[in-house]
């Protein structure tokens, strides 16, 4: 059975196109049932729109509270039947009672090595702060921003003529794989969440190998 996926995104949606590369290729056991935004001119809508995936859009600037919109968003979900959530480039934070509707089902991406550089502009952050090395996080959404127990990381070296720009470019390489990579092994291996550890059971494998 091809696991129901809604994408939620706010931008580019290039998260959101390689996820869904990777479904198309069968290296995922899922489909992306619907595309939900919170910016209309969202390009990752049009590509939604293009690519014949039912897509939504609630704007969130014309709701009376964060609750009002989310519920609509909710109920979108519950009509499509949805079952996992990834956020890819969702500028919105989850209010805690919609990630306690969807307990351990909901993925975001990070372009950091998380806890490394949470919030905005992970990358500018990575190269002001002069590390050698960042990368991406695929982790767990919880009540935390950016803090939720990971699932994959991928390392990038940072090259001394780095921009935030170029650091970007290369890390969003090992974002389109690493997503595929964490929601596959979330939905077809065994694993549980022990403390903050996203542990997999009965598999050798290693998360990111
Ligand atoms: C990505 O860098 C992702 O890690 C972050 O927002 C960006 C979204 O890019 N959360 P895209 O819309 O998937 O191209």
Known sequence: MSTRVAILLSGRGSNFLALHGAMERGE??????????????????????DLRIPSLCYPHRFEPSREAHEAKILAALADAEIEWICLAGYMRKLSESFIARYPQRILNIHPSLLPAFPGLEPQRQALEHGV???????????????????????????????????????????????????????????????????VFLHSGRLPGT
């Open 28 to 49: 995922v056991p899922a489909h992306i049932a619907r595309v939900i935004s919170n910016v209309p001119d969202a390009a990752g809508l049009a590509r939604a729109h």
């Open 132 to 198: 050698k090395v960042t990368g991406c996080t695929v982790h767990l959404v919880d009540e935390t921003l950016d803090q939720g127990p990971i699932v994959v990381q991928r390392t990038v070296a940072v090259k001394d003529d780095d921009t935030a720009d170029s650091l970007a470019s290369r890390i969003l390489g090992e974002e389109h794989k690493a997503y595929p990579e964490a929601l596959n092994l979330l939905l077809t291996e065994r694993w549980e969440v022990r403390g903050r550890r996203v």
